[in-house]
T-cell receptor, first 111, second 117 residues
């Protein structure tokens, strides 16, 4: 199946690190993604990782993938109030035609 | 990154009328576009895959006569919600992938908030 699950809420203080977790069930996924959605807006691609990679870092963002446990995480270093949004993980398979999204994690950053 | 634009961003219509939503890839060509629906505080649900020059492929449970999709060019796909009802009120988002692009990225529009009264 294509079940993708995330915790619904995360609250952190400004300057701390945020870790958003995601689990998926389909081992045939080829790419895994993290998207950010601000209120009333579309989705902004933050980063993606190929399924045969363990880690990818891009500035303040670090993605960790544990393929054995089908667990994906997004770490945001030095979290800012502007990072407050909903974060979706997603998986795609085959020729990238279909994306399956998790329920989204609402990140609240307190000043 | 590539830009996908949706229009309108917000629309209110009366029950029984039809509403058309446009999805355009502004700086690239897209043979395939995707239409999603997002319920409040819920994830995105793939409705259909829109293929340029051919019929759209609908996901199970999505009424193709209710949600008409046309992908007439490599830069434009439209979703028409026919005979709209209040339960069709939702946030609709499109995405597109670039022709021949080796990257797995898909670019999303800003979404359209549909309210049926």
């Amino acid at each position: 199946g294509e079940d993708v699950e995330q915790s619904l809420f995360l609250s952190v203080r400004e300057g701390d690190s945020s870790v958003i977790n995601c689990t998926y069930t389909d081992s045939s996924s080829t790419y895994l993604y993290w998207y950010k959605q601000e209120p009333g807006a579309g989705l902004q691609l933050l980063t993606y990782i190929f399924s045969n990679m363990d880690m990818k870092q891009d500035q303040r963002l670090t993605v960790l993938l544990n393929k054995k446990d089908k667990h994906l995480s997004l770490r945001i270093a030095d979290t800012q109030t502007g990072d407050s949004a909903i974060y979706f993980c997603a998986e795609s398979k085959g020729n990238f035609n279909k994306f399956y999204f998790g329920s989204g994690t609402k990140l609240n950053v307190k000043p | 990154g590539a830009v996908v634009s949706q229009h309108p961003s917000r629309v209110i219509c009366k029950s029984g009328t039809s509403v058309k939503i446009e999805c355009r890839s502004l700086d690239f060509q897209a043979t395939t576009m995707f239409w999603y629906r997002q319920f409040p505080k819920k994830s995105l649900m793939l409705m259909a895959t829109s293929n340029e020059g051919s019929k759209a492929t609908y996901e199970q449970g999505v009424e193709k006569d209710k949600f008409l999709i046309n992908h007439a060019s490599l830069t434009l796909s439209t979703l028409t919600v026919t005979s709209a009802h209040p339960e069709d009120s939702s946030f609709y988002i499109c995405s597109a992938r670039e022709v021949g692009q080796g990257s797995p990225e898909a670019f999303f529009g800003q979404g359209t908030r549909l309210t049926v009264v």
